[in-house]
Every structure is written in C-alpha cells, then in structure tokens.
C-alpha cells in the first residue's frame, strides 16, 4: 500500500572517495560541504569485489554478488577454457528499487546506472550506462525517448573514449563535455517528467582517477611534480560542486536527497601477472612461453598439467582445474580444498621485491556471500590491501609490473565509498558509521512507504 507522496533522488558519482570528498577538499567544495552540514553522511562499504559491476546492482536491490552472480564485469557462462561473457542487464534477476516501485505504480525516471544496458520497460523512463555499445542503437526506454536525449544533451555522451591511455587534454575535455551533458539531461527530466524515483549515476570521477591520480598524489610512484595536471581532479570536483548545486536547488522538502558512489578510489602501486605466479608457482603450464606479452585467452596452455589460472582486473580471480569439472581437470575433487588454502597461504605471503609482506587478501566466495549462483571465481585476490591490480597476461618474465597491460591508469578501486543523506532541509549534520551499500535500497523503500522485501540484505539508514 502506497501511502505517502514523498520523492527520493538519487545522484551516484562512481568511484568518489570519503578521503577525497569529506575531508581533503571539502573546504574547497562549498555546495557539498553546506550539503553535508545537512545530512548524515559517511564512508559507505561496498562490496567485494569494489567495483562498478556488481556494485551498484548490489546498491540497488540490496542482494550480494554471489546471489546476483556477478562477480565482475565479466563471469564465467561456462566450465570450459573459453574465457568470460560480458554481463548485462538481463543477467540480473533481483528486482531493482525502480522495478518494485514501477510494479507500485510510482514513476521512475534513471539515467546512467551501470548494468541497465539493454534498457528493460519501467513506469517511466531509462537512458542506459557506459556498458552501451554507442548512441547509434537502441539506449532509451522508451525508445522514442532517444531524440529527446539527443536533442537535450546536443549529442549524449555515455563514457569517455580511451581513458587508459597518453592523450590526457582530450581525456579531460572529454570528462567534462559527458558531465556536462548527463547534468543537463538530469535537470531538464526533474522539470519535465512525473516521477517519485529519480536515479543519475555520473562516471566522470572514476574516469578521471584513473587517468590523473598520479598529477595530484605526492605519494604515487608515478608523482610527476609541477604538472599542468596536478588540480585535474580537485577543478572537477570543484566543477561537480556547481553542478550538483544547479541540481538539488530544484527540489522541495519532501524530496529525500542521497549522493552515493559505489566504491573509492585510491593510488595503484602497480600490478601483479597472476599467471606468471602461477607459472612461477608450478601450478600453470603453457605449451609454450611467449616471446612477447600476450593476453591470456591467446595462449596455449597445457590443461592436462595445469591446476589453475588467473584472470586480470583491480583485483584477482583465480580458477581451479577441478577433475570431472573443467574438460581436461586435473585436480581430484577431494583434494580441491587442500589446493585451495595452499594457494591461499601462498598469496597471503607475497613478497615485494624488497621482501616486505604486502598484505593480500584472498576471499572463498562461499565464505562472503549467502549463495553463490553462476559461476564465482574459485578464489577472489585483493592485491596488497587494493593498491596492486592484477595483470592476466603472460610474457612480462617476472610478476611485477609498474604498468597496467591494458593502457596507463594511476589509481585502483578501494574498499570504502561515500554516502550523503539529506531528508528535509533542516537536519544537523551526522558523520555515521558502518552503512554499507546495501543499506540504501532499503532506506528509500522505507522512506517512501513501501514496505522493505524480506529478502534485502541491508538496514534502514536512521
């Protein structure tokens, strides 16, 4: 039973951290800092792995990835050797916050929400995320809703072209004309669409982090003191200030605001070649070493001596070749649990090139998640604490790199992300601790009347 006319927007900034957002710059951000003496606010957990998918499908029906089973952009459709299928939106099979409020008959309107790509029918309307191919197909629910975009936006721009590469003045320009284009699409549908749910998620920070960390962090190993690009990232944040300004002023007192983001972000140290370790550990063999660094999938490993492999990422997946399993499985089911803990053992003890333990951390996905469906990894790797990445090519002859293998990027994901929460404008401002990510779904069903699914995993934000 619907029994309350109030509204919730949300505004998702991928990849914010609470270092960056709370309390280096936040004297520079004048909007966000009055904002903040308004709310309760804080350091909001994410998931693991802490990234865009599955994270905010995670955010927005309150399951975790296992129960999703997502397990990162890209999961395993079968046992065999054939790699990984892209996820999209109709692997998720939760209901999300806006489809339990369409089935209600409350209007919804999201733009930009990672894993809504394709766009699935809502009461209201959907513009797709960076996953989307381009703006040449299908983008909108509903699909005529696409000329309105384009018109809008004079062009909509759903990411950033080639972030992890050396062309940083297009990169940036780049940034800046997409979060320019999505705010201008976000406030020209708060003034004309009906809607009680309004969802906007802006992929400019996580994009920028990537590109410019090293510009602005004396602690990177890559600092390049005095450079043109040292306030990159402090002007756009500055630059989301106004605009999240320009935004919120819009909206009246029985408006619940939340700004979230669904992971942090901070400095990468470098990577780690998982199959190189795993080639130096004895536990992969290849028909043949390449006498260049090759992508895993283009190698020919010998499976019949082989017990497992690694997939690269900002963190490690690592899979077993179990007998009766995999095709070609050489690891007795009854002796798979020994394996497992003595790569675990393994990767917990890794060294740096100067002897220090680095402090990774690696998960059995039956031991974080309530279920597991799909495929999981048989081994989740955070690297050092989340400053390494995980490199899957082969050929670099050592585990090190200083350089990710799919272009240049300075940061990785971390663990902790933010939320804001203002409900009504009079409030004291609150630092709370302990939300996690799947606390918000519940929170704006609570918050609009709707009563919470038993099935969802977090608590009603106070």
Sequence with gaps: MVINKKKVFV???????????????????????????????????????????????????????????????????????????????????????????????????????????????????????????????????????KAEVEAVSNGYILDVDEFRSDNKDSILKEIYDMTEKRFRLTRHFIRSKEWDFFMMVEMGPDRIHHAFWKYFDQDHPKHVPGSKYQDAILNYYKYLDKEISDTFQLFDDDTMTLIVSDHGAKKMVGGICINEWLIQNGYLKLAHYPAEVTQFNKLVVDWESTLAWGEGGYYGRLFMNVKGREPRGVIAPQHYEHVRNELIKKLEDLRDENGNNIHTKVFKPEEIYSECNGIPPDLIVYYGDLFWRSLGSVGNGTIWANENDTGPDDANHSQYGIFVMQNGKNQGGERLHGVTLYDIAPTILSYMGVRVPESMEGNIIP
């Excluded at 990835?65 to 065999?80: E, I, K, M, Q, T």
């Excluded at 699935?120 to 299908?138: A, I």
């Design 11 to 145: 505004l998702g900034l991928d990849s914010v951290p609470p270092e960056l957002f709370f309390d280096r710059w936040l004297d520079q951000l004048p909007n966000i800092k009055r904002l903040i003496s308004h709310s309760r606010y804080g350091a909001m957990k994410s998931t693991i792995p802490a990234i865009t998918c599955p994270a905010w499908m995670s955010m927005m029906t309150s399951a975790n990835p296992g129960r999703l089973g997502l397990y990162g952009f890209r999961n395993r459709s079968g046992y065999d050797y054939e790699g990984m299928s892209f996820a999209n939106s109709k692997a998720v099979n939760v209901a999300t916050v806006w489809d339990i409020l369409s089935r209600m008959g409350k209007k919804v309107v999201v733009i930009g929400v990672p894993m809504t790509y394709p766009p699935q029918s809502v009461n209201g309307c959907m513009v797709t995320c960076f996953m989307t191919p381009d703006t040449k197909g299908e983008y909108t629910y509903p699909p005529e809703l």
